[in-house]
């Protein structure tokens, strides 16, 4: 029989798998509280809307993502979820890196929950492997 807090952690590895996977921002209704923050380098923002359109836009960018959550690690209200991400990334159709390369990141996303709720999100992943793989980092010297 798992306790709660593995219980909690089993949730949060099923709902990014359903969220990115699945494309199912359904969930978010059930799991994003109402004083969210979204604390990201490319958006920021609080309430559930800015997490719905984050995802959404994701969702655009990487329309054949799927994601592998590894390690999930509680501590208190904060969790930290490691991950792999594989997919096309399409950008935008106005974008210069609308390229459809084949990424495979790695990265790691820290929650902070209340009540079961997601109260704050920040994501983290290896920007210069992306940029290696899209074909735009700088060269060395």
Not at 75 to 83: A, F, K, R, S
Not at 88 to 99: C, H, I, L, Q, V
């Amino acid at each position: 029989m798992q306790s709660q807090a593995e219980d909690r952690v089993a949730r949060i590895r099923q709902d990014a798998e359903q969220i990115v996977n699945q494309r199912n921002v359904g969930i978010l209704d059930r799991s994003v509280a109402p004083e969210f923050v979204l604390q990201e380098r490319q958006a920021s923002g609080r309430g559930p809307e800015t997490l719905k359109q984050y995802v959404e836009s994701f969702h655009e960018h990487w329309s054949d993502a799927s994601i592998e959550v590894g390690d999930v690690s509680r501590h208190g209200d904060q969790t930290v979820i490691q991950w792999r991400l594989r997919g096309a990334f399409r950008g935008s159709p106005t974008d210069a890196d609308n390229t459809g390369t084949l990424l495979d990141l790695a990265g790691v996303t820290l929650l902070r929950t209340r009540d079961g709720q997601v109260c704050e999100l920040s994501n983290y992943s290896d920007l210069a492997a992306a940029l290696t793989q899209l074909g735009v980092a700088p060269s060395e010297s």
